[in-house]
């Protein structure tokens, strides 16, 4: 048996195989040349299996980091593990593994759909030529594609040429596929389509990476999520997780606001704030029920009781601050 | 040198196949370079350069006496084959390195402005191994320009001017078969000139996002190098610039073929192969690809 072999077994035994993490960085950093701190020590932890959506607004990092993921950028400090080995050491046998759609799609303008899938397989050492024709129409066809195969890439509208880049993806099956900005330039069928796609990926096992701001599609395809903002992970983990860390807001609709709001502070709620109609406090630890026995036990004559609970976007805007700043 | 590296590292549950994809990347280069409209059209236009001084000195046979003109001009009209060599005399200095440049531009440098590189570094292929698929096959377009311009040149002047025994430059008369062979090595002296151009053109291309301005850098570098070598002031520099011995391929058509300007050119040429393609490796397995 060769060191290599051995390293090859002592990976596959070490202890992280039990918590599997399709990625994981620790301390990742970039720093640019221009002394700009584009990713700022972030640690991703994206389990097994999760469809995980990678949020922040523009230039918050993300696609830094992604890059640096598939070890096209160097990192600065900091170290990445994709499917539990170390990047960039282990390129040449992990990336196969990765399908990547990164920053848009990018293909030779004078070269058909068909021949761009073609030159992306040929690229890739670890698919089989033999197969090649029959994976390159299977893939089309998933994307739905197969009509428009022969025209020249230049040709194609941004929904294409997005359907295009993800069937590069799907050219052979992949067990962490990172997808940046999926859905750019979809119309809404095609937005359905990929959604229902990362289904289906994550069905089959397939870890899938998707960074988004349309937090209403992260909401409803991710299990987990990671926010980066001014770059730095401010908040990461499942779904519930996170939206759990949010606070539940108490709306109190009701004539006696005064008396509500000396209910609410002795039942523990903080943060009350009056409002034209009523009161409004952070729910807390406290349980909702009995916050609403207290009131009515005071006597104070509640005409409408309501929980606001964040959504993802309200989440998104709390971490990562209101306006349209780019913040770097 | 990446071939090992990957049977040193398989990739789980394929050793079966490894192997069979072998050389998928470099057709796939080959066919893109081959195919593309622009890169067909200038070996069209290079292959012209051999037809046009045909029939120019056909219509008006140059007066040998003033001894103008690209040298092998007049011997033209003795026998068809000079045609090819006054070709690539002509087509050497800035046509050829032309067509090299815009090729070697657009290797790296054309990746990155489609975005096309990220994926190709992502499928995953090695740096070292796109490198090099990107280096062979620039040179191998070399090969076929000169190639093209040398057979277009032969042809032209089988068919316009009188062929037979080939008196080369040393006096000695060889078999027209013979001076063919000449041809060819003519035609293999000067693709390694343009292998060194395309070593450089290829590290320029790893510098920039921009394959016009890899291309329009690599032209100027050569012409700017052609200047040097005819300052005066600069003679001591002379024999270590890329051009200097470019048309010392003249020495392959001597009886015994006289080495000395084609070996110090080869040795050159080498050099400068050496030395680029070392900058570009350095440059393109440090560099953060952000395009």
């Known amino acids: ?328 | 040198m990446s071939s090992a590296e990957v049977a040193a590292r398989p990739v789980p549950g394929r050793q079966d196949d490894l192997g069979v994809g072998r050389g998928r990347l470099m057709r796939s280069e080959l066919r893109l370079v081959f195919t593309r409209l622009r890169n067909v059209a200038l070996l069209a236009v290079l292959s012209s350069g051999p037809i046009l001084i045909g029939v120019a000195v056909k219509v008006s046979a140059p007066d040998s006496a003033n001894g103008e003109g690209p040298p092998f001009l007049t011997s033209i009209t003795q026998n068809g084959l000079f045609l090819a060599f006054t070709s690539l005399v002509v087509a050497l200095p800035v046509f050829l390195p032309l067509a090299v440049s815009v090729i070697a531009g657009e290797a790296v440098a054309g990746e990155a402005s489609l975005g096309t590189l990220r994926y190709l570094l992502t499928a995953p292929v090695d740096r070292t191994r796109l490198l090099a698929v990107k280096y062979l096959s620039i040179v191998l377009y070399g090969a076929v320009a000169t190639l093209l311009v040398a057979a277009v040149g032969v042809l032209t002047g089988v068919l316009l001017f009188p062929v037979g025994d080939v008196t080369l430059l040393s006096g000695t008369t060889v078999p027209f078969a013979e001076g063919l062979l000449r041809t060819l090595l003519v035609a293999g002296y000067v693709t390694a000139a343009l292998a060194a151009v395309a070593a450089v053109g290829l590290f320029i291309s790893t510098l920039t996002e921009v394959p016009i301005a890899a291309m329009c850098a690599t032209l100027v570098a050569v012409v700017l190098l052609e200047i040097f070598d005819q300052v005066p002031q600069l003679d001591s520099l002379d024999s270590w610039l890329l051009p200097h011995d470019w048309l010392a391929f003249g020495d392959l058509l001597r009886d015994p073929v006289a080495l000395g300007g084609v070996a110090h050119g080869l040795l050159v040429q080498g050099g400068y192969v050496v030395v680029f393609l070392t900058l570009a490796w350095a440059r393109m397995t440090s560099k953060d690809v952000t395009s």
């Open chain 1, 1 to 328: 048996m060769s060191a290599t072999d051995l390293d090859a077994a002592a990976t596959l035994a070490a202890p992280s195989a039990g918590d599997a993490a399709a990625v994981r960085t620790v301390g990742l950093t970039k720093r640019f040349p221009g002394g700009q701190v584009a990713v700022d020590g972030i640690d991703l932890r994206v389990p097994a299996g999760a469809v995980y959506g990678f949020l922040g607004p523009n230039g918050s990092g993300k696609t830094t980091t992604i890059r640096m993921l598939l070890g096209l950028i160097a990192p600065t400090s900091g170290s990445v593990e994709l499917l539990g080995q170390s990047m960039p050491g282990a390129i040449a046998s992990v990336l196969p593994r990765v399908g990547a759609l990164v920053e848009g799609p990018a293909f030779h303008p004078y070269l058909s759909g068909r021949d761009n899938l073609r030159r992306a397989d040929a690229a890739d050492r670890s698919t089989d030529p033999r197969t090649a024709s029959r994976r390159i129409a299977a893939a089309l066809d998933r994307v739905g594609l197969t009509a428009a195969a022969g025209k020249r890439y230049r040709a194609y509208s941004l929904g294409m040429r997005q359907r295009l880049g993800l069937a590069v993806a799907l050219l052979r099956p992949r067990e962490l596929m990172v997808l940046d900005e999926p859905t750019n330039g979809l119309d809404p069928q095609g937005t359905r389509e990929v959604r229902h796609l990362v289904h289906d990926l994550a069905a089959d096992g397939t870890t899938v990476v998707v960074s988004s701001h349309l937090l209403s599609e992260v909401e409803q395809m991710c299990s987990h999520v990671g926010v980066m903002s001014a770059g730095r992970l401010v908040a990461q983990g499942s779904l519930e997780e996170v939206r759990g860390a949010a606070t539940v807001r108490v709306e109190v609709e009701t004539a006696d606001a005064a008396v509500a709001r000396r209910v609410l502070a002795d039942v523990g709620l903080q943060g009350a704030v009056a409002t034209p109609t009523g009161v409004v406090a952070d729910l807390g630890a406290a349980e909702p029920e009995r916050v609403l026995a207290a009131l009515v036990g005071a006597g104070v004559g509640v005409r409408q009781y309501v929980l606001h609970r964040p959504t993802l976007e309200d989440l998104f805007v709390t971490l990562t601050g209101e306006g349209f700043d780019v913040e770097r």
